[in-house]
């Protein structure tokens, strides 16, 4: 018994220590925001005056607000997107009987092995001649659409038992009522980790937005760090209010979602 409380105390404390070398970047800059200028090169993580002007400076010299809320808009419509999108294709994959499904669902997953260098510059192109430069159509609608929403649904779909479709087609349901009426409500799990994926994926997004957009309007809130940097290089300060006021989105989105994150992707990606 002693020996194995020791071997628990070991492993608590290299998990500890790794998690803390993981989380000290973020601590730091978590320090760095709340310090005044004089005060930003002083040793140690608990700032000695703490202040939080730098996150008054950066919304009131930067249109922090505006890049936040396009960053939003555009993580929500592709993530709902996405779940629409991936969930007709998962229920067509795994409960309708054509010639070529299992040729489909491999292009699917060949699609995953695809890098996004390879269909950025097509896709820009695509973009230029439908002219949607410059708007939300730009940053929303190539991203609609996900192999790895398609692959975890279907795969996901597979484990629920036949005898609830039967069920409801014994009581006169369509595809579109067992779509939406079992399905959907079953898949909450695995749909949850994919819209977190998803959120996340969107909201990190900085070369596309950064290559479609022209006008500060439409900017999201990954450029903001950038044009922050550019126009404050000595204000490290504010330029670190910045990134905890960009982070702190994703952060709350994935503590929200992480039960049904790691549950999905469990059930998604180990059963079927």
Do not use: C
């Not at 608990?46 to 505006?66: C, K």
């Not at 260098?117 to 659409?145: H, N």
């Amino acid at each position: 018994m002693r020996r194995r409380l020791q071997g628990l105390a070991l492993t608590y404390l290299l998990a500890g220590g790794l998690s803390f070398l993981l989380v000290l970047p973020l601590l730091t800059l978590v320090s760095a925001s709340l310090r005044t200028e004089a005060d930003l090169y002083t040793p140690g993580l608990l700032p000695p005056n703490p202040t939080l002007a730098p996150y008054v400076e950066a919304f009131s010299q930067f249109p922090l607000g505006r890049f936040l809320l396009n960053s939003l808009v555009v993580s929500t419509a592709i993530t709902l997107g996405v779940l629409a999108t991936s969930l007709l294709a998962a229920y067509a994959l795994t409960r309708l009987r054509f010639r070529g499904r299992e040729l489909l669902f491999g292009l699917a997953v060949a699609l995953l092995l695809v890098p996004g260098e390879v269909t950025f510059l097509p896709l820009y192109l695509l973009v230029d001649r439908l002219g949607w430069l410059d708007s939300y159509l730009a940053l929303v609608v190539p991203f609609l659409a996900s192999p790895l929403g398609v692959f975890l649904l279907r795969q996901f779909l597979r484990t629920i038992p036949e005898d609830y479709f039967d069920a409801a087609r014994m009581d006169g349901a369509n595809h579109w009522q067992m779509l939406w009426h079992v399905a959907l409500p079953l898949s909450a799990p695995a749909l949850g980790a994919l819209a977190a994926v998803t959120f996340l994926g969107a909201w990190n997004m900085y070369l596309w937005p950064l290559v479609v957009t022209k006008s500060r309007e439409l900017q999201t809130a990954q450029i903001a760090v950038n044009y922050m940097l550019n126009e404050e290089v000595a204000r490290w300060n504010v330029v670190a209010a910045g990134a905890i006021l960009v982070l702190l989105p994703t952060l709350v989105a994935f503590l929200l979602a992480q039960r049904a994150f790691v549950r999905g992707i469990a059930l998604g990606g180990l059963k079927g």
